[in-house]
């Protein structure tokens, strides 16, 4: 499976971006994607989750009410649609596919994209 991310840039406070994420290979086995950031001097952190059978969608609580995740099985993307952006939002963004489950899991990761929100 490869992913390719794109969409990041720099926006103002209280803007909006959509990230894309398209997926390419094998991508009948994927079970849940989801998005990631990661701040400078930060750990990477779980965003947004997206399971593809039932298309169930999770959010960390920094980000409820704000941002949601979407994906469009034809074109094999998953979109991040960010609003009401804030400075504290800046970070890049991974998109990742989880494909099995634990013992025989398997992540893959994009190269991420950069996102940073002005003041």
């Known amino acids: 499976v490869q992913l390719v991310e794109s969409g990041g840039g720099l926006v103002q406070a209280g803007g909006s971006l959509r990230l894309s994420c398209t997926a390419s290979?094998?991508?009948?086995?994927?079970?849940?994607m989801r998005w990631y950031r990661q701040a400078p001097s930060k750990q990477r952190e779980l965003v947004a989750s997206?399971?593809?059978?039932?298309?169930?969608?999770n959010y960390a609580d920094s980000v409820k009410g704000r941002f949601t995740v979407s994906r469009d099985h034809v074109k094999n993307t998953m979109y991040l649609q960010m609003n009401s952006l804030e400075p504290e939002d800046t970070a890049v963004y991974y998109c990742?596919?989880?494909?099995?489950?634990?013992?025989?899991?398997?992540?893959?990761w994009g190269q991420g994209t950069q996102v940073t929100v002005s003041s």
């Open positions: 990742n596919a989880q494909v099995g489950k634990i013992p025989k899991r398997f992540d893959y």
């Open positions: 290979g094998s991508t009948e086995y994927i079970d849940v």
């Open positions: 997206i399971i593809i059978g039932g298309g169930d969608t």
